[in-house]
């Protein structure tokens, strides 16, 4: 009897393993696809940015869409690069931009809901999660310290 339990047991772990291998790498899929998203939205906006100003080329706009869009990992673009000695926050997106300033204005470490709220968007699930991903992104680069409880810190400025 122990042996048959043994053995169900043991199945069960070979079956999860592999569905916990398959959802990591339908996981990594869907980051590539949102950091190429991301970085469509980042192209677009300079656009609009370049013909509100009247400088703008279709032509160069559209081919630096296609390369980002269609290639993998966001064509090997980084939008949140990672936090090196002599880079700034002015080498963030604008969106990311906002969200350092406001974890370093705290005076204590910052949940997602909080920023979530200060940006406008509201406390829904749906409106936090998307801060929360920016908030792990600058963490994980290097740009903010995340805490054992899920809140967020500026971390200081690296030495150039």
Same mark, same amino acid.
């Given at each position: 009897?122990?042996?048959?339990?043994?053995?169900?047991?043991?199945?069960?772990?070979?079956?999860?393993?592999?569905?916990?291998?398959?959802?990591?790498?339908?996981?990594?899929?869907?980051?590539?696809?949102?950091?190429?998203?991301?970085?469509?939205?980042?192209?677009?906006?300079?656009?609009?940015?370049?013909?509100?100003?009247?400088?703008?080329?279709? @032509?160069?706009? $559209?081919?630096?869409?296609?390369?980002?869009? /269609?290639?993998? +990992?966001?064509?090997?673009? %980084?939008?949140? *690069?990672?936090?090196?000695?002599?880079?700034?926050?002015?080498?963030?997106?604008?969106?990311?931009?906002?969200?350092?300033?406001?974890?370093?204005?705290?005076?204590?470490?910052?949940?997602?809901?909080?920023?979530?709220?200060?940006?406008?968007?509201?406390?829904?699930?749906?409106?936090?999660?998307?801060?929360?991903?920016?908030? @792990?992104?600058? $963490?994980?680069?290097?740009?903010?310290?995340? /805490?054992?409880? +899920?809140?967020?810190?500026? %971390?200081?400025? *690296?030495?150039?």
């Amino acid at each position: 009897m122990a042996d048959v339990l043994v053995w169900v047991m043991q199945r069960r772990v070979v079956v999860l393993a592999d569905r916990a291998e398959r959802l990591r790498k339908e996981l990594a899929g869907i980051d590539a696809e949102v950091a190429r998203l991301e970085a469509s939205e980042v192209v677009i906006g300079q656009f609009i940015e370049a013909e509100r100003s009247g400088q703008a080329d279709d @032509r160069a706009v $559209a081919e630096e869409l296609e390369r980002v869009t /269609t290639a993998p +990992g966001a064509g090997g673009m %980084l939008l949140v *690069p990672h936090r090196e000695p002599g880079v700034d926050e002015s080498a963030l997106p604008a969106d990311y931009q906002a969200i350092m300033k406001m974890v370093t204005a705290a005076s204590e470490p910052v949940p997602a809901k909080d920023v979530s709220v200060q940006l406008g968007r509201g406390t829904q699930p749906g409106q936090v999660e998307p801060v929360r991903d920016k908030l @792990r992104r600058l $963490a994980d680069r290097g740009w903010l310290h995340r /805490t054992p409880a +899920g809140r967020f810190t500026a %971390l200081p400025q *690296p030495p150039v």
